[in-house]
Nanobody, 116 residues
């Protein structure tokens, strides 16, 4: 079992920045961020895995968002720059327990609101 707790959401103007944090109770094969806007399905944002920190990003955040981890502290971060109104969503931290599993652990989510 891996418990995840997000923090760092809030209200920001378009063009601004926010940094989301995710505290994990243990290690995982991979970790990622997803988001869900009102009336829309949850979508993948970014993920990171392996000791080398292999990262994957959704096209709509490439060049604006950066995912990182601090393995010593079991923390994951999402630095979000150049935020747009359409980035408004609840952002979820997720973890893959093993190489054979999908993202099977989820945090409660943190609200990010970007004002235009």
């Amino acid at each position: 079992q891996v418990q995840l707790v997000e923090s760092g959401g809030g209200l920001v103007q378009a063009g601004g920045s926010l940094r989301l944090s995710c505290a994990a109770s243990g290690r995982a094969f991979a970790m990622g961020w997803f988001r869900q806007a009102p009336g829309k399905e949850r979508e993948f944002v970014a993920s990171i895995r392996g000791s080398g920190g292999i990262t994957t990003y959704a096209d709509f955040v490439k060049g604006r968002f950066t995912i990182s981890v601090d393995n010593n502290k079991n923390m994951m971060f999402l630095q979000m720059n150049s935020l747009k109104f359409e980035d408004t969503a609840v952002y979820f931290c997720a973890a893959r327990g093993t190489v054979l599993s999908g993202f099977n652990y989820w945090g409660q989510g943190t609200q990010v609101t970007v004002s235009s």
